[in-house]
């Protein structure tokens, strides 16, 4: 069993950045493949970035690549999502998620539904 918790959302300005961090608690913590979803109003989630349990690899969605880096401390049982040259569409609920995986052979990572395990989501707000 794997708890997730999303901290660090909040309004920033078009250009500017922002840091959160999902904390876990369970054991096992370097075992799960962890990602960052996010939700827009009325649509579906959509994979942001993905991590491996020993963060050795990580996985990009088209829209953030080169902006956004996932990062993870497996001895603090953290992940980040480092959000830099933040625009008006990168507005929404943004999500942790955790499952049992090997990120670079899961064809399936990018899925919401293959995912185990969920935090509660943290708002982010980029103004114009």
């Known amino acids: 069993q794997v708890q997730l918790v999303e901290s660090g959302g909040g309004l920033v300005q078009t250009g500017g950045s922002v840091s959160l961090s999902c904390a876990a608690s369970?054991?096992?913590?370097?075992?799960?493949?962890i990602s960052w979803f996010r939700q827009h109003p009325g649509k579906e989630r959509e994979f942001v970035a993905g991590i491996s349990g020993a963060g050795g690899a990580s996985q990009y969605g088209d829209s953030v690549k080169g902006r956004f880096t996932i990062s993870r401390d497996n001895a603090k049982k953290t992940v980040y999502l480092q959000m830099n040259s933040l625009k008006p569409e990168d507005t929404a609920v943004y999500y942790c998620a955790a499952k049992r995986s090997i990120l670079s052979a899961d064809p399936a990572a990018t899925i919401p539904r293959t995912y185990d395990y969920w935090g509660q989501g943290t708002q982010v707000t980029v103004s114009p």
């Open positions: 369970g054991p096992t913590f370097s075992t799960y493949v």
